[in-house]
């Protein structure tokens, strides 16, 4: 089933939204991207003269309920945006009779599901020394729990509608256990969810060649699993950040206080043989920004990567570089983008991510697909303003690097099996 072909007329959708959006300490909401990004579907089934139920988390609570989490807070954006008076239930769990009062193109927001250690399935205020055996029996008893809080939420609704990118790679109640209570007929993405998976796709499995990736960042341990994956599938893969230090360091090189992550030699060296034997081209920058503290305004220079001075460390990719990346990504068909080449946070050391967004907005120009996304890349793209030159800007941090890691997610599983 999908959103579009779906007959919402007199109908109850529980449609799960990620509305958990940054908030000031006065709870003034900071940026709405994800409230706007959850628009069109909102919009769909009441324009059709649906009823909505609207469920979605807010923050980590860890005890239930934590009023500093409330959505109450965004009500009123949400009621705005939506053009409808939006009623709130205080209790997710305890909606039933508004959700069943709810009229055609009405619309009810639950209470934070997190409210409820059920919705994420984990046991919560076990004692710090609880024995094995307790800490199973809490978790056996939560996961059971569980699948009872997701058919009371499925009570409410006869259809599921999953709008949660950001939150697909979680097998939570509303994001996947809920999913068992509709049939196929009754169960779908959400546009924004269809969009996120299609880019994916688009990416990883109709991939258009040459396929050239630009991995950056500070770490390459927690880029690991992704990279791996990628080596069986890019044409061309682009190291930048400061991980390119641990791949320099493993080569002999002098990367001065550089980043680097010493046990992780070997693992840089692994990846350097392996994009041999699978006919990736790997790039490292050849030459860099270097400063003599972390700091916008410390003294800076390029030099060579392999000769970084002892008391100066790397901080954004050379000239050089940003030539030898932007050839490369510029004769590309399909780019997948994340992670910064430098601190783009300073203005000084800047250069080398606006260069790699640039020469991506040129090939996307030209005709290539473009996929951006997973943390700082978009606040990247979005601090040079080049967020509408690219193909598709992904909202799912985890969710999105969990998909490059080619991974199923169990939100987009719950509705697809
Ligand atoms: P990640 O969350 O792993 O994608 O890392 C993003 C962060 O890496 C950003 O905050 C960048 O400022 C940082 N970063 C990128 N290049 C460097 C570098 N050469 N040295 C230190 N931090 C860097």
Not at 81 to 88: D, M, P, S, T, Y
Not at 92 to 118: H, I, M, Q, T
Not at 135 to 151: D, G, L, P, T, V
Not at 161 to 186: E, M, P, Q, Y
Request: net charge negative; proline share 3%; aromatic share 8%.
């Amino acid at each position: 089933m999908t959103i579009e072909n779906y007959n919402f007329k007199g109908h109850r959708a529980f449609v799960r939204v990620d509305f958990n959006v940054p908030m000031d300490d006065d709870f003034n909401i900071t940026d709405d991207t994800r409230i706007r990004a959850a628009m069109p579907t909102l919009r769909h089934i009441i324009a059709q003269g649906g009823r909505l139920i609207i469920a979605s988390h807010m923050g980590r609570p860890k005890k239930n309920p934590d009023p500093k989490y409330s959505l109450k807070y965004i009500l009123p954006r949400v009621s705005e945006l939506l053009g409808v008076e939006v009623k709130f239930a205080d209790d997710c769990n305890k909606a039933d009779e508004l959700c069943a009062s709810l009229k055609d193109g009405e619309a009810v927001l639950l209470e934070n599901l997190r409210f409820y250690a059920e919705e994420e399935g984990k046991p919560r205020g076990l004692a710090e020394d609880a024995s094995d055996d307790e800490k199973a029996a809490a978790k056996k008893a939560i996961k059971a729990a569980q699948k009872e809080f997701a058919k009371h939420l499925a009570s409410y609704a006869d259809c599921y509608v999953n709008d949660a990118f950001g939150t697909a790679h979680r097998k939570h109640a509303s994001t996947a256990v809920i999913a068992d209570s509709f049939d196929k007929d009754n169960k779908m993405f959400g546009f924004l969810m269809d969009k996120e998976v299609k880019a994916v796709e688009t990416v990883m499995s109709k991939t258009v060649r040459p396929f050239t990736a630009i991995m950056g960042g500070s770490k390459v341990s927690t880029k690991i699993d992704i990279i791996e994956n990628l080596l069986t599938k890019v044409d061309n893969l682009i190291i930048g950040g400061a991980m390119t230090y641990t791949f320099i360091k493993a080569q002999g090189g002098m990367i001065g206080n550089s980043l680097c992550e010493e046990d992780k030699l070997d693992l840089a060296i692994d990846i350097m043989k392996k994009a041999e034997q699978n006919n990736v081209k790997l790039y490292l920058a050849v030459d860099n920004v270097i400063a003599d503290k972390f700091d916008n305004d410390a003294h800076r220079q390029t030099v060579e990567i392999h000769n970084i001075p002892s008391g100066w460390l790397g901080m954004d990719i050379g000239e050089m570089s940003e030539r030898i990346f932007a050839d490369v990504i510029k004769k590309s068909k399909t780019i997948l983008w994340n992670g910064p080449a430098g601190v783009f946070e300073m203005e000084n050391f800047a250069h080398g991510s606006k260069a790699i967004a640039q020469a991506i907005a040129d090939a996307t120009a030209m005709g290539a697909y473009s996929l951006v996304g997973g943390g700082d890349s978009v606040a990247c793209i979005n601090k040079f303003g080049l967020a509408d030159k690219v193909s598709y800007v992904s909202t799912g941090g985890g969710a999105l690097l969990e998909a490059i890691e080619g991974k199923v997610l169990p939100g987009i599983a719950a509705i697809n099996e």
